[in-house]
């Protein structure tokens, strides 16, 4: 019963560490400098995360969809792959489309000084700043959140009840960015 409760709400046993150290480590104040700031109209959006399959390529079909200019890549991630079948399902639940979606690794995104960089979890920062030479505007996807979450957890490899939950929270996220 137990691990049915973690798997659902937070994806496995790690999923569950990692939320509530970034949520204490957020708590003291630890992620303020990536908290949420409201995007200038003009500015695009750029949806991060490890493999460009779940996350990020839903958070941008869906801010564009509200009219925002938005593009994904991943940092983990090789060229060319479509999105995961579960995000695919999910996202034309929803009304989106991430049928023609192709992965793009962090390393050949053509950033743009202006840019609007948005990770999904904490360590993306690290591991972004240390992938791209130049300094971005960067921001916690779930900073965005009614209730803030600074971790929005990887849902590949879980089960479908946290998949189904963590694409609800990056829509959450994507409606606060463009709110």
């Not at 992938?131 to 505007?137: E, G, P, V, W």
């Not at 929270?169 to 606060?176: L, S």
Request: charged share 25%; glycine share 6%; hydrophobic share 35%.
């Amino acid at each position: 019963m137990l691990n049915r409760l973690v798997y659902e709400r937070f994806g496995s046993r790690k999923g569950l560490l990692l939320f509530f150290y970034h949520w204490l480590f957020a708590l003291v104040g630890g992620y303020s400098k990536f908290a949420a700031i409201s995007p200038r109209s003009d500015q695009r959006l750029v949806f991060v995360c490890s493999g460009n399959i779940c996350r990020s390529p839903l958070a941008e079909v869906y801010a564009r969809s509200l009219g925002k200019k938005a593009a994904s890549c991943g940092l983990h991630c090789g060229e060319g792959f479509p999105a995961d079948p579960r995000a695919r399902e999910f996202a034309r639940q929803q009304g989106l489309s991430l049928e023609d979606h192709k992965t793009v690794n962090v390393k050949d995104f053509e950033f743009r000084e202006t840019d609007l960089v948005v990770v999904m979890e904490p360590l993306h920062i690290t591991q972004f700043v240390e992938k791209t030479s130049k300094s971005y505007q960067l921001v916690l996807a779930g900073s965005y959140c009614q209730r803030p979450y600074p971790y929005i957890h990887d849902p590949f490899n879980t089960c479908e009840e946290f998949f189904t939950r963590c694409e609800q929270r990056v829509m959450e996220a994507v409606r606060g960015i463009c709110a």
